[in-house]
């Protein structure tokens, strides 16, 4: 049996620290445009329990902007994200801009502790799909994905990859559908 000396371990450990913190601080910025969808149909239903095990249902939400976001802990776009999703909920929100985060396939004891630690911390509701079961009628091929869902119940926005959703030209994206004529 080979024995590590405790030294060598803690000099393991901090040179994977000091190589690991440049990476993270080299991330690409997150971007703030979201793509018109191309062809106009209904969003798909959506109707799942939140962290205090209330459903919400999208199709309760007619007549407001909601943006959906799919996401999970263990995604780093997604958590980068995270902070500007309640900043533009908090932005938005009394204008008629609801922020509805899906978590796929985690459950509260996972989400719960990520949760405390991002600031400003989502006040927006976190809806629990733990059996991954809405990505499909969705159409979500990755991590964080966004829809952008008009007020008459038609899909106006996507996005795949993180965003920074607090960004002015995003507001203004989002606040576009709320003038007559401008749902595609």
């Known amino acids: ?9 803690k000099w393991l450990g901090l040179w ?6 440049p990476a993270q601080a080299e991330l690409p910025p997150l ?6 969808v191309s062809e106009s149909r209904s969003a798909p239903d959506l109707r799942l329990p939140d962290m205090d095990d209330e459903i919400v249902d999208i199709r309760s939400l007619k007549g407001k902007v909601v943006v959906v976001n799919f996401w999970a802990t263990w995604c780093p776009p997604c958590r980068r994200e995270m902070p500007s999703l309640e900043q533009l909920y908090q932005a938005t929100k009394e204008r008629g801009v609801v922020v509805l ?11 719960f502790p990520f949760l405390g630690r991002v600031e400003p911390s989502p006040s927006f509701p976190i809806l ?22 008009a007020p008459d119940g038609t899909l106006a926005f996507q996005a795949v990859g993180g ?3 607090s960004h002015p030209d995003l507001i203004k994206q989002l606040m576009s559908l709320f003038e007559e004529g401008s749902i595609k």
């Open 16 to 21: 994977l620290c000091l190589w690991l913190v």
């Open 163 to 165: 965003r920074e959703f």
């Open 31 to 36: 971007t703030h445009n979201l793509i018109p």
């Open 101 to 111: 985060a899906v978590n796929i396939g985690e459950d509260v004891d996972a989400i």
């Open 128 to 149: 629990l799909d733990s059996d991954s079961s809405s990505p499909s009628a969705w159409k979500v091929r990755g991590l964080p994905t966004t829809f952008v869902v």
């Open 1 to 9: 049996m080979c024995v590590v000396p405790a030294d060598y371990i």
